[in-house]
Structures are given as structure tokens and as C-alpha cells.
């Protein structure tokens, strides 16, 4: 494959969380960022070419592609790094679930990876037996593996909790070996994952946020793009644009790619054309009109950022006068609001009981665009 001229490398990072599970003081670890910052391309494009290079198994899975089954895609991915031939060679098994599928005559044409998204609910309590395989097949060689395993939340849901408990068990009594990393956006539910005593993985890798890109990283990207246009970008304008992107590496190949193609009408008009288009998107407006009134009102105030307290008196005022209430809500208004935000992954809670928004991109539309009628202005 095609190395990617505008992906910029962080080598320091992969060997840093290599260095820890090397150090054998972890074996687990998730990480966190909002949004489009940058976590998958680094645990592609960065971790696990680094992690293959020190001699490890990687397995990579991204639960999104598949939130119905992610067990499937887990046990795929698992296997797959062990055992590239494992498809086959699980067929030719006797008793194995794989050859009960292909006697069914359900033998995916795929994407071995997929092989789950073909079972049916009564295929599905080979699952677990599948996972039992792959770990055993782990146990049977010698080198270490990192699992990666992307928008990991998705295993808080109540429905992948067998699973979930299954998972952890399995990789419980492989620390030595088996590495982890899981890694998500929706900081709210990685909390709940892993720092409720009821939930499986509880304590079971320590949360932290995703280093993110940033003076380096426009660095790199101002010195490419000044190699290929005669229309120099200078730092100036670059870090300004990073800036009012909301520092979303993202967002800012968008304004560069701007930049590129448009080179007469200078950075500010580049720049302005892909805030309008970054911020200023359908998807905002829909999911903006489609909340209850009340739940737009907090989020006003919070896209606003004046706001601490949601429970607050002062708050609660200034909920009144945003819904033409005659007096001050009680508590539990703001209160089923949040609730509610969280539920759809819109805002997150941090510890200590302060909110913020999952996509900055949403905070910063409503800035711009929302107004508490609905009829989001333009
Ligand atoms: N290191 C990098 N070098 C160059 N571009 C990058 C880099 N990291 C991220 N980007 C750009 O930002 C985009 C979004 O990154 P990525 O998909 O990794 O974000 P994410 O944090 O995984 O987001 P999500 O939570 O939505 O999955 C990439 O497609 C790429 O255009
Ligand atoms: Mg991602």
C-alpha cells in the first residue's frame, strides 16, 4: 500500500504506549478524544505498524462497523491475527460451529471478518465458543498481541454483556501476553464501562485522554502544502485556522485542501468557506430541530459556556426566561435534559459533575446557527 503523504506520524506516542505494556506495569489502556481528532488514524496508520515491528499480533476492530454483533467482529478480528488461515482451518474441525454454518449452506462470501453478520440468533451462542477457540489458538504460540479495539462503548450496551463478561475473563488470565487498547469518542459511556462496579470491565483499564494533534501537526501539514503551491500558507494563518476549526486535524485538511484548490482568493476566504461548510451542516440542523425545547435551551447555554451549574438557581432563571416559564423550573428539569443529552451521546458527563459537548463541531453550529424557536436561522 501507498504510504500516505499527508498522514503525519507520531512515532513517540506508539512507542510510548508500547513502552508501558513492554514495561509489563499494564496491559490495558483506553484512550478518548472527541470526534474526528484523530484516534483511529493513529491506531491504524501509527500503533500497530509499531506494534508489529516490536514483534507483536495486532488485531484491530472497529465495533461501529458492526454494533449489532460486535462479538463476531471481536472474535473475527482476534482470529484473524493468529491464524490467518483460521476460517479454513476451523472448517475442517469436527464439531466446530464453523462447519455447522457451512452445512447450513451460510458460508459468507466475505470479509472474513464478517462472518458474524451472516449468523443468525441461533448460530450466535457459537460465539462464545468461537472466542474460547481463538484464545486458545492465542495460548498455542508465543508472541504477544495487541488487541485494538475501536469505539469500544459500544460493549457497554446491555445486550453484548454476556459477551462483555466473556471478553474480559478470556483476556483476564492473558495480561502477560495480551495488550489492550480500547478506544472511543463517547467519553460519557467508556466512564460508565469502565468505573461502575457492575459493569465487566470495571477498573479493568485505567481512562485517559488522547494526546491531540496540534502546533507539530500544522507544522507538517503547512510545510506539505507549501512544497506543491506557489501561494505560500504562512504559520500565521494556518494555527488561526486550526484554531476556529476547533483544532480538528479533520476540519483542517478540509480548509488546506481549500487552500489548494482555490489559491487566488487567499487562507481567510479558504478558511471561511470551510467553517460554513464544517459547521453549517444538514445533519446539525436535523438533530437540532428534532430536540424538545427544554433540551435546546441547555444546550444553548452550554454551547454558550457561561453556564456551570446546570442545577444552579441562576440557571434554572435563565431556563425560565429561554421557555417563557413565570418561574424558575425545579431541579429535575435540567436534570431529565442531561439525561436525556447523554442518552443520545450528544453531551458527556466528566467526573466531577461538569458537562461538555461530545462533537464541538454541534456546539460551535448552535453558536452560529441555533435558535431556540428550532427554525435554526442561517
Ligand atoms: N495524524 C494525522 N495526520 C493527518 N491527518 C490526520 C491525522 N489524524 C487525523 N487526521 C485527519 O482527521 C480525520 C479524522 O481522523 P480519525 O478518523 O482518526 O478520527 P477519530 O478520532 O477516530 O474520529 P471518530 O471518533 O469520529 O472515529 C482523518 O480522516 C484525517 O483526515
Ligand atoms: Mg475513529
Known sequence: MKPDQWHFSRPELAAGYLGLFGLGLSSARTLFARRRMGKTEFLI??????????????AYVNL???DEEPAGALVGALYGAIEPNWWAKLARKANSPVRKLKAS?????FGEASVEAEMTADDKKFVGTLLSDALKAFDSQTKPLLLIIDEAQVLAAAAHSNFAHALRAGLDVRK???????????????????????????????LEPFPLLGRDFIQFMVKKVN??????????HAVAAFDQLNNTPEFFRRFLERHLTYPFDGPEAALEFTK?????????????????????????????????????????????????????????????????????????????????????AFAQWIREHGALNGEASS
Open 176 to 206: 502477560d501476553r495480551l495488550k489492550v487498547i480500547f478506544a472511543g469518542s463517547s467519553e460519557s459511556t467508556l466512564r460508565t464501562m469502565f468505573g461502575r462496579s457492575s459493569e465487566p470491565f470495571f477498573n479493568w483499564a485505567p
Open 64 to 66: 461501529w462497523d458492526d
Open 276 to 360: 460554513e461548510h464544517v459547521f453549517n451542516s444538514d445533519q446539525f440542523r436535523r438533530q437540532w430541530t428534532g430536540l424538545l425545547p427544554a433540551d435546546r435551551a441547555l444546550l444553548g447555554m452550554m454551547a454558550d459556556g457561561k453556564v456551570s451549574d446546570f442545577h444552579g438557581q441562576a440557571a434554572r432563571e435563565q431556563l425560565a426566561a429561554l421557555l417563557g416559564l413565570p418561574e424558575a423550573p425545579p431541579v429535575n428539569m435540567p436534570a431529565h435534559s442531561l439525561r436525556r443529552l447523554q442518552a443520545d451521546n450528544i453531551v458527556t458527563k466528566l467526573a466531577h459533575g461538569e458537562y461538555r459537548f461530545e462533537d464541538e
Open 105 to 109: 449452506g451460510k458460508i459468507p462470501v
Open 45 to 58: 496508520k501509527d500503533l500497530i505498524p509499531a506494534a508489529k515491528q516490536a514483534g507483536y499480533l495486532t
Open 227 to 236: 512544497t506543491i503551491t506557489k501561494h505560500q500558507l504562512s504559520m500565521k
